[in-house]
């Protein structure tokens, strides 16, 4: 019954990464018109599936056994990592705080592991390495980019009406693209636990998990694709090549390592980037900085606590962490007020 319970919640948290991560990947091409709203949701489906079965294996090795040892994941405890993931994700939507899949599937397993003092610190220190600079790396890239798109020769050209059918293309490879790495990265935080507890292997874990995830983007995605394409902020299509990219060679470069990164934070400091480019650092805004801290620490802390204090009071039978979950769920109430007050400082910097 446990490990029915544990697949379940598994492959319901595949379904929710791609019905919001992965289905965002298609945003720019639709919003830009280039493709419909249905053939732009089964386009990502394929892609994502085809990127998690064909480059997803080592982040789910990472996440299974690469950060506490396999031998930590029993089947409650990898039921209840993952049910803390998920009630993290559940809770910040209640509190209004945008997570990081990646993160907070890190953060769950480091509870566990932290119950049982088997963390591989080293390889956390790496992990936590590459979240801290993969969106700087990406902030200035998109800078570099968008210099680039400046030049008078390649302006010209942008602007001739023969470029639209070739940029429209290019942007719709982008996304692909995108998908594709989300696919690589991000199957792992629903089904790495799975393949650590051995309910899974590792292969049936990535296409199962793959297969979720596609699931979730193409029947789930269209209110996330509606509003990443169309009620956020409009980009160009060569602007839209660059953030897809961008975001996309980060991740699958981090994917190839297996390393689980955020790619809602990547993609968010490439158009900010962007947006430093065009106008300097007016962009730089202190409530942008301070929303993307936030998710950055809030995303494993919660979940790290949730998984910590569950597996203490429901397999060691330790009530006293209890405390240490209204402390921190206080401290998300005080979080959610500050990044309310933001009142969505990333579409600003985007717009502008």
Not at 39 to 67: D, M, N, P, R, Y
Request: charged fraction near 10%; include cysteine.
């Amino acid at each position: 019954m446990l490990t029915i319970i544990a697949v379940t919640i598994g492959l319901f948290f595949a379904i929710n990464i791609g019905a919001s991560g992965a289905a965002a990947s298609m945003g720019i091409s639709y919003g830009a018109g280039v493709v419909k709203k249905r053939l732009a949701l089964l386009l990502c489906g394929i892609t994502v599936f085809l990127g998690a079965w064909l480059g997803g294996g080592e982040v789910v090795k990472t996440i299974g056994s690469g950060i506490v040892p396999n031998s930590t994941f029993t089947i409650p405890i990898a039921l209840i990592v993952l049910a803390s993931a998920a009630l993290s994700l559940f809770l910040a939507n209640v509190f209004g705080i945008p997570l990081s899949t990646s993160e907070v599937a890190v953060g769950s397993v480091v509870g566990a592991g932290i119950v049982y003092q088997s963390v591989f610190v080293g390889k956390l220190a790496w992990i936590m390495l590459f979240w801290l600079l993969t969106p700087f790396a990406a902030f200035f890239i998109a800078i570099l980019a968008a210099n680039i798109l400046k030049i008078k020769t390649l302006k010209r050209w942008m602007e001739a009406p023969k470029a639209i059918p070739v940029l429209s293309v290019l942007v719709v490879c982008m996304g692909l693209f995108e998908a594709f790495s989300a696919g690589m990265n991000n199957v792992a935080n629903a089904v790495g636990p799975l393949v650590g507890a051995d309910i899974m292997s590792t292969s049936s874990g990535i296409f199962w998990g793959g297969l979720f995830v596609a699931a979730g983007a193409i029947f789930l995605g269209h209110r996330v694709l509606e509003t990443n394409g169309k009620k956020i902020t409009t980009l160009r299509l060569e602007e839209g090549c660059v953030i897809s990219g961008t975001g996309a060679a980060i991740v699958t470069a981090a994917s190839i390592f297996g390393i689980p990164v955020p790619l809602t934070q990547i993609t968010t400091s490439s158009i900010i980037g962007i947006g430093f480019a065009k106008h300097g650092k007016s962009v730089l805004k202190k409530n942008i900085v301070v929303q993307l801290l936030t998710v950055w620490i809030v995303s494993p802390v919660l979940s790290m606590v949730l998984s910590y204090t569950l597996i203490q009071m429901l397999i060691e039978h330790n009530f006293y962490p209890i405390v240490a979950m209204a402390g921190v769920l206080i401290s998300v109430f005080g979080v959610s007020s500050l990044m309310k007050k933001s009142n969505q400082p990333v579409a600003e910097a985007a717009e502008k």
